[in-house]
């Protein structure tokens, strides 16, 4: 990112340079958790090219999607219209550092939401918990450590365990249930198409009602 660039122009420019930046499959975890829950409304923050917002919109859901790149929203809004899930997704364009998309969810769903360039990262955890609406679920998927095929700044940066992340949300326990806060390994296929074992964070936490 140069010194004059701002977040957006980043990620616009990050998802111009090839028609399709990930696999189009819904993150595992997601669907493994939210697969146990009665659909209601959910909010996908950091939406990138849609594929969670899709499948939780196939899964009977009524999704609010947001990313910071027009781009990437545009890609999303097409594979919505071509699963025949559009009417059921609200995509909107938020720079999350700068504004939050309004309500309250059953759902909120932050899948790997790091970034390279400025991230209001606990400022925004913040309010995706405060959106949560009573008996609802807040789904945080983290990198726990760095791919093995991850460039040498990317592995210099600390990543927060799960335990970290929580702390950092400062809920009131009487107002929350712990579901899962830690650590899984999952095995994954690097973009040279060797196979390797990432480590994600995943924290679960039910609002009480």
Avoid at 45 to 62: F, I, K, P
Avoid at 167 to 184: F, Q, Y
Wanted: net charge negative; glycine share 8%; aromatic share 6%.
């Amino acid at each position: 990112m140069s010194a004059t660039e701002t977040p957006q122009e980043h990620w616009e420019g990050r998802y111009a340079e090839k028609p399709q930046m990930w696999s189009g499959r819904v993150n595992a975890h997601l669907a493994t958790i939210a697969g146990g829950l009665t659909p209601g409304r959910a909010l996908d923050l950091g939406c990138g090219e849609g594929a969670d917002a899709v499948w939780l919109a196939t899964a009977g859901w009524q999704v609010v999607a947001v990313d910071i790149a027009t781009n990437a929203l545009d890609r999303a809004r097409a594979a919505a219209v071509d699963r025949g899930v559009a009417e059921r997704i609200d995509f909107q364009h938020h720079d999350l550092s700068h504004s939050f998309p309004a309500g309250s969810f059953d759902l909120v769903s932050a899948q790997f939401l790091h970034s390279t360039v400025h991230l209001e990262r606990r400022q925004i955890l913040q309010q995706a918990s405060a959106a949560v609406a009573p008996g609802g679920t807040l789904l945080i998927v983290d990198h726990g450590e760095p791919p093995p095929w991850a460039s040498k700044h990317i592995h210099d940066h600390r990543f927060q365990s799960a335990d970290e992340v929580v702390a950092e949300l400062g809920l009131a326990d009487e107002g929350w249930h712990t579901e899962h806060v830690g650590t899984l390994e999952r095995e994954a296929i690097s973009p040279a198409g060797e196979s390797a074992v990432l480590r994600d964070n995943l924290i679960v936490l039910r609002r009480t009602p």
